[in-house]
């Protein structure tokens, strides 16, 4: 029993010096989410296949949010016109890229781990965002 207090206590101390920053990068996001209105985003994706995933994965992974608010702002930047290469990519890195992130992230993680970590995703949004493409492409649903 005396480990398992010990292991609680190490856990309480641990969440108490994570929430003020944990707080702080959450009201960060909202106030640049509130900044942005979402038919901007329409404007800024041109419908080029290299570019708006590009320039999908830099808007996503600087508005970083969470996965289930994803699918309505995909949604939505859909029925706005933005080509669904953008949207992939913009999604992909909302969820798994954060730079506003960043720095909670590397105090709690280690600098190198946060910044591989996000470099890789960042990496992985663009690509992933172009092979769905060319997948629903080659299997005809677009």
């Known amino acids: 029993m005396l480990n398992f207090e010990k292991s609680a206590r190490k856990?309480?101390?641990t969440i108490n010096q994570s929430f003020p920053i944990v707080f702080g990068v959450v009201m960060a996001i909202s106030l640049l989410i509130a900044a942005?209105?979402?038919?901007?985003y329409s404007k800024i994706f041109t419908g080029?296949?290299?570019?708006?995933?590009?320039?999908?994965?830099?808007?996503g992974s600087v508005a970083a949010?969470?996965?289930i608010t994803s699918y309505v702002i995909g949604g939505e930047?859909?029925?706005?016109?933005?080509?669904?290469?953008a949207v992939t990519a913009f999604l992909l890195s909302w969820v798994t890229v954060g730079i506003l992130n960043l720095?909670?992230?590397?105090?709690?993680?280690?600098?190198?781990?946060?910044?591989?970590?996000?470099?890789?995703?960042?990496?992985?949004?663009?690509?992933?965002?172009i092979l769905t493409?060319?997948?629903l492409g080659f299997i005809g649903e677009i």
């Open 11 to 13: 856990t309480l101390n």
């Open 36 to 40: 942005v209105p979402e038919y901007l």
């Open 48 to 59: 080029n296949i290299l570019i708006d995933p590009l320039v999908g994965s830099f808007i």
């Open 65 to 67: 949010g969470n996965p």
């Open 77 to 85: 930047l859909l029925n706005e016109g933005v080509s669904l290469v």
């Open 103 to 129: 720095p909670a992230e590397m105090d709690l993680l280690g600098k190198k781990f946060a910044l591989t970590r996000n470099i890789i995703c960042f990496i992985v949004a663009f690509f992933v965002a």
């Open 133 to 135: 493409i060319i997948t």
